[in-house]
């Protein structure tokens, strides 16, 4: 009985230290990459000022993001997206964009992006073997922060360019944990138009979930010149329906790879370790134990057979 309770313990033991150790290294690895199935849609809401020659004209704006990623393009180390983003003015029930030939005039800005990023550090990659030769080159992140992301600043593409995304503080979005990052760029030239030339610069907030570097909350106010005077400002954030829907999502992210990398290891070793040490005594002690008077007797017998 000794021998079977040990040899059970000590399997047992061995299988949750495996276990343990597995999640903490290749399912580890495999849960922190950005996956490849990447199909998103983000929007946001807000007011807007434009300045024209008839006036001031203040309006609400809505906006539209879709990041979808290309499996085919992509690897084991990069993911390769497609993104497109339009801003139009809210008015008479617009869909989330609108041909330049809108009678009504509504279409603000509308465009489509290619860009690559590292699966793991989420850091842009201009590799001509995953983007077209058109495309933009760029540095720091992207579209999300890396896996178990700090309390440091980061480097960020936001806008026309990349600028310092700084940690601010520690806030709670709707019950989840996120860590806030303050980005200010500075003027950048654009061009707002055919024929118009302008600057751009944006102070934008950013509410990230630490474990999986997801964007759940941003708040961004944009400044359009034109030719040294304010073109357009506008105030935009999530909407709450967005911001309820990253929450539920990258919440269940969040904990997923928390029972992977940490619930599920802490019992393998706590529980594993013992059970372990404790079947491999037992097995040692029936090996060391002298054999009892009934086994003594079988054993005569037998050698007198």
Known sequence: MRKTIGAVCAFLGAFLVIVAILAQTWAAGELKKTPLDVDSVTRLSGDAVQYTAAGISPFRVKATSTTKADSEKSDDDVVVFAGSTC????????GDCVSAEDPL???????FED?????RSAEAVNDPKYLPADAEEREGLINKWPFDAEKKTYTYWIGPGSTEATYDRTEEVDGLETYVYHVET???????AEG???????TTDLWIEPRTGQIVDQVSEQVRTANGQPFLTLNL?????????????IGGDADLLKLVTSTVPLIGYLVGIPLLIIGIALLLLNRRQPPSAKDRARESELAKA
């Open 237 to 249: 954030s999530f909407t709450d329906e967005q911001v309820a829907e990253n929450v539920d999502d």
């Open 186 to 192: 500075e003027p950048a030239p654009i061009t707002i």
């Open 105 to 111: 005039n509504r279409l603000l800005s509308a465009g």
């Open 196 to 202: 118009l030339e302008g600057t751009y610069q944006e």
């Open 115 to 119: 860009f690559a990023t590292d699966r």
């Open 87 to 94: 801003l139009v003015k809210d008015a008479n029930d617009v």
